[in-house]
């Protein structure tokens, strides 16, 4: 079966510093999408970020990057310079399956302190 | 570009009540699909529509949710009699198409509370 485990229900980080969201997954696909997503109270989706299996360098965006180790199955996300505006739930997801339906973790609450 | 739309954006019911969400996805996108979050959870996929045909409902509790996107374009769930287990958020995200694994786009969710 294809999940997604986020491991920590809520993190909190100081303003400026910075924190590391953990995810691992589950797949016997070899060539697939994962995805950060950020949901604020708004409650709209957000993309974070992207990367993509096939390719060895892990992605960036800006404060944002990730660590993919595609043997050990996990996915963290780490948040440079953390913001106030930073603080929301995200989830980690991968598409999976014949129709690519996005499987979402539980997610990880960040608070940021100020 | 505009976003994903959806109406309403909170909708307060009685059990056993009737109730209905509209998306209207992004111009182009082929893909449409209905996600459940209940609180504390990640979204559910409750059905995916490729243009106008479902591709993906085995999550959709079929004796009380449907939905259907005529002409290919907006889209329609419908809760026919609500449980208190659907108070949920109720996203709808549209992609150009399902086979590239990427480029969700998701709506800002009708938050449904029965009570």
């Known amino acids: 079966a294809q999940t997604v485990t986020q491991s920590q229900p809520e993190m909190s980080v100081q303003e400026a510093e910075t924190v590391t969201l953990s995810c691992t997954y589950d797949t016997s696909e070899s060539d697939y999408y994962l995805f950060w997503y950020k949901q604020p109270p708004s409650r709209q989706m957000i993309l974070v970020i992207r990367q993509e299996a096939y390719k060895q360098q892990n992605a960036t965006e800006n404060r944002f990057s990730v660590n993919f180790q595609k043997a050990a199955k996990s996915f963290s996300l780490k948040i440079s310079d953390s913001q106030l505006g930073d603080a929301a739930m995200y989830f980690c997801a991968y598409p999976g399956g014949a129709t690519n339906k996005l499987i979402f973790g539980t997610g990880t609450l960040l608070a940021v302190q100020p | 570009e505009a976003g994903v739309a959806q109406s309403p954006r909170y909708k307060i019911i009685e059990k056993r009540q009737s109730v209905a969400f509209w998306c209207n996805p992004i111009?182009?996108?082929?893909?449409l699909y209905w996600y459940q979050q209940i609180l504390g959870q990640g979204p559910k996929l409750l059905i995916q529509f490729q243009n106008n045909g479902v591709v993906d409902d085995s999550q959709l509790p079929k004796d009380r949710f449907s939905a259907e996107r005529l002409k290919g374009v907006d889209s329609t769930l419908k809760i026919q009699p609500a449980k208190l287990e659907d108070s949920a958020v109720y996203l709808c995200?549209?992609?150009?198409?399902?086979?590239?694994?990427?480029?969700?786009?998701f709506g800002s969710g009708t938050r449904l509370t029965v009570v």
């Open positions: 111009s182009g996108h082929a893909t």
């Open positions: 995200a549209s992609s150009l198409d399902y086979r590239t694994g990427y480029g969700y786009t």
